[in-house]
């Protein structure tokens, strides 16, 4: 289970924002700040972390700012998971428990399920910028690809290339990752709800589940996991 740094997760990621261009992605600074941007609908911790689908928006770059609903709206359990597209425990849990919960959950209408970003250092927020820049049809996409592949891109000596390369295959120029990387209101987006998941849901380290609305860290085994679905069934 990845934890965050004693400064905290939320503090970490506005470092990390600010940080991109030791990267060599060329992005902007953002600042923390305690006020949601324009860009977001709503304005308190709730708002940004809810139970429910967040709609979200698009920013200038064409970066989505929102849920993206698995499942059958109708499904009686929701499971919301927090992860960083960095954490080893995260790629394990998305390739062996999220896919059979998919499968014989999800995919059935009895869970619906709601990925979001909780990244705890640089190399985590510039893969979920880049994953947001595809836009709401693409963006789960790409979250599969990053922690299917996590070890290669992660471990290469060039990290920077290896996720342009993982945004080129999926359709994005160059062009368009790089104002993703510049986009103030993205990656404002980012740092708000990681900030709202701390508060909201006390949320400090991943994976961790949100199921119908208590905190469960670790992410579980597809086994317990799934005998605990069942009693809500």
């Excluded at 305690?34 to 200038?60: C, I, Q, R």
Aim: one cysteine or more; charged letters at 20%; proline letters at 4%.
């Amino acid at each position: 289970m990845k934890k965050g740094l004693a400064i905290g997760a939320v503090a970490l990621v506005a470092v990390a924002v600010a940080g991109f261009g030791a990267m060599g992605f060329g992005t902007k600074s953002v600042e923390p700040t305690t006020t949601t941007p324009a860009t977001l609908v709503g304005s308190t911790a709730s708002d940004l972390a809810p139970t429910t689908v967040y709609a979200g928006t698009t920013t200038e770059s064409g970066g989505f700012t929102g849920d993206v609903l698995e499942g059958s709206p109708d499904a009686p359990v929701m499971i919301i998971e927090y992860a960083s597209l960095t954490c080893p425990h995260c790629a394990a849990f998305h390739n062996q428990t999220y896919k059979q919960l998919k499968t014989n959950y999800i995919d059935t209408g009895k869970v619906k399920f709601i990925y979001r970003d909780f990244p705890l250092n640089d190399p985590a927020m510039a893969a979920t910028l880049v994953a947001r820049c595809g836009g709401e049809d693409k963006y789960l996409a790409f979250i599969d690809v990053l922690l299917t592949q996590q070890a290669q891109w992660t471990r290469s000596e060039d990290m920077r290339r290896e996720l342009l390369a993982m945004a080129k295959f999926g359709g994005l120029s160059l062009e368009r990752v790089n104002a993703c990387l510049s986009d103030q209101a993205l990656g404002q987006s980012v740092v708000d709800r990681t900030r709202a998941a701390s508060e909201v849901f006390k949320v400090n380290s991943t994976p961790t589940l949100i199921i119908n609305g208590i905190n469960h860290k670790g992410g579980r085994d597809y086994n317990s996991l799934s005998k605990y679905i069942d009693t809500l069934l």
